[in-house]
């Protein structure tokens, strides 16, 4: 495991003691207030718990070495965890909102006193789980996920703190319900995105926010290059890259081959950050086989066409 694998494990680690500290203040709070609104967060804070350890899990996976059936690791894994998060998540917040439809149409008290103070429990826990994962959250979809879990129960923990100020002074348990509903919808957005982020990926689309003319025209661009084609771009991971590509060489390039790899491989990682790549020069001028540059970092094997270089 790397020192940035290690480094995030050890604030999964921190941001899952957390969220159990928050899930047993509320359930056990939900119970006694009889707070539907506190319960629906307990609910949400139980998957997210869940979703931190899948999170940890694939992070672990991930560390894991290339083997001769998995060439490009357990990358993977991480991606499929978050597509279960959303998965559980998006089910979770259905049962949300068929629970607090029943709550409309006869609302119970609720102890708002207690559900305050536990609300504020739980809106600290969880503001300190999103400090911990922050950091990673942008650049790493598995982080990106996880915290997604934590801020929305955050904020489900504010709107439990307004329901309770609320319902303090005024009686009007009918705003538990209405809490609930907004939890549930609350969830059901989040859980959607990272749905459609997983499902991408796992789908080997290219990267969001990756225009693939953009990527071709810079392959162009490099001095030696006629043209290309069979471009592909796709996702392993939510940090992981990958392109393959046939490169046609211009004229005259055919003794420059080792170069030009290395300016297509410059342009590719300066520009769109893409390190795992399959390149294939062709000239049609050449009586020999292709240049083809394996996935692995920087490992090529040349092949020159008939010439000796």
């Known amino acids: 495991m790397t020192t940035l694998d290690s480094h995030i494990s050890g604030k999964f680690k921190i941001a899952i003691a957390l969220t159990a500290v928050t899930l047993v203040a509320e359930v056990a709070g939900g119970l006694w ?3 539907l609104a506190l319960l629906s967060d307990a609910a949400h804070v139980f998957l997210d718990l869940f979703a931190l350890i899948l999170s940890l899990a694939a992070v672990q996976l991930a560390a894991l070495p290339t083997s001769e059936r998995h060439t490009y690791g357990f990358h993977r894994s991480e991606v499929f965890a978050s597509f279960i998060n959303g998965l559980t998540v998006f089910l979770m917040g259905i049962g949300i909102l068929y629970e607090a439809w029943g709550r409309f149409a006869a609302p119970e008290p609720v102890k708002s006193g207690p559900m305050l103070l536990i609300a504020v429990i739980g809106l600290v826990m969880n503001l300190l789980a999103a400090k911990t994962l922050h950091s990673h959250s942008h650049d790493d979809l598995n982080v990106k996920s996880a915290f997604l879990h934590v801020v929305g129960d955050a904020a489900a923990s504010v709107g439990v703190i307004i329901g309770g100020i609320v319902m ?3 009686g009007w348990y009918l ?6 509903a907004a939890i549930g919808l609350l969830i059901l957005a989040g859980a959607g995105r990272v749905l459609r982020d997983s499902v991408h990926i796992l789908m080997e689309g290219a990267p969001r926010g990756l225009d693939l003319a953009e990527v ?18 796709w996702s392993v991971c939510s940090h992981i890259t990958a392109l393959s590509v046939h490169v046609e060489i211009a004229a005259g390039y055919d003794d420059r081959r ?3 790899l290395h300016r297509v491989e410059h342009a590719l990682e300066h520009r769109f950050h893409i390190t795992h790549t399959t390149i294939q020069l062709e000239c049609s001028d050449c009586n020999g086989g292709p240049l083809i540059k394996p996935l692995q970092h920087r490992q090529r094997q040349e092949a020159c066409c008939g010439h000796d270089h």
């Open 33 to 35: 207030t009889n707070s």
């Open 258 to 260: 080792s170069d030009l």
């Open 216 to 233: 071709a025209a810079a392959i162009r661009a490099v001095e030696g290059v006629q043209d290309l084609h069979h471009l592909n771009v």
């Open 168 to 170: 303090y002074y005024t």
């Open 175 to 180: 705003l538990d319900a209405l809490l609930s």
